[in-house]
């Protein structure tokens, strides 16, 4: 079955480092977003992208970098962790490029900044 | 029920009995809303979507109701079961098609279903 996955599932790292989440899907879906939840806030868009290529700031950007070499994957990085950044983060797609609905959810990645 | 902007609120309800999740939106030019549930530690999952050309569509045991007058948005379980437990949580987009806004989520409900 076609799927959306990222890892890890977990990761902790510390003040400064350089991180990177991964996010895959299986659907060939052209649209991927990249969302960070938090208590107290909703889901909140840090990046997406419609294609190959294709990268656009969100929301929430600072701090944060995309990159969209090939359908499938839609890397975050977050190139110097700050402890604002712990949270929990979601990559979704969804089928209608351009369009933003009925977005599909991975697992999330629970990342802490110590 | 909750509001996209608001505190958390929580729902009891009995297993069997029906639940209705409120949700207000602010953008009386949202045209396409949609509904998603959470269970603790998982992705968001989809549940019903709706265009604002309509005022209610049915799922499988589930239904949504839109009122464009009060912007109001609505999702009623039918037969509430254990299973259901989750936080629920609405999205609003201003305009779905092509280069369109992006989708803006809520905080959600909590539903507790009591045994």
């Known amino acids: 079955d076609a799927e959306i996955t990222q890892s890890p599932r977990h990761k902790i790292t510390e003040t400064g480092r350089q991180v990177t989440l991964a996010c895959h899907q299986t659907?060939?879906?052209?649209?991927m977003f990249w969302y960070r939840q938090d208590l107290g806030h909703g889901l909140r868009l840090i990046h997406y992208?419609?294609?190959?290529?294709?990268?656009n700031k969100g929301e929430v950007s600072d701090g944060y970098s995309v990159s969209r070499s090939n359908t499938e994957d839609l890397p975050l990085t977050l190139e110097s962790a700050a402890s604002s950044q712990t949270s929990v983060y979601f990559c979704?797609?969804?089928?209608?490029?351009?369009?933003?609905?009925?977005?599909?959810f991975g697992s999330g990645t629970q990342l802490s900044v110590l | 029920g909750e509001s996209v902007g608001l505190h958390l609120p929580t729902l009891s309800v009995q297993e069997g009995d029906n639940s209705i999740i409120n949700c207000a939106y602010s953008?009386?030019?949202?045209?396409?809303f949609i509904w998603y549930k959470q269970e603790s530690g998982k992705g968001p999952q989809f549940i019903i979507d709706?265009?604002?050309?309509?005022d209610k569509r049915q799922g499988q045991r589930v239904t949504v109701l839109l009122n464009k007058t009060v912007k109001h948005l609505s999702l009623q379980i039918a037969a509430t079961q254990p299973g259901d437990s989750a936080v629920y949580f609405c999205?609003?987009?201003?305009?779905?098609?092509?280069?369109?806004?992006?989708?803006?989520f809520g905080k959600g409900t909590k539903l507790s279903v009591i045994p």
């Open positions: 979704a797609s969804s089928e209608k490029t351009g369009v933003n609905e009925k977005l599909f």
């Open positions: 659907w060939n879906h052209n649209n």
């Open positions: 992208s419609y294609g190959v290529q294709d990268t």
């Open positions: 953008n009386s030019a949202s045209d396409y």
């Open positions: 709706i265009r604002s050309n309509m």
């Open positions: 999205a609003e987009n201003m305009g779905s098609g092509a280069g369109s806004y992006q989708l803006t």
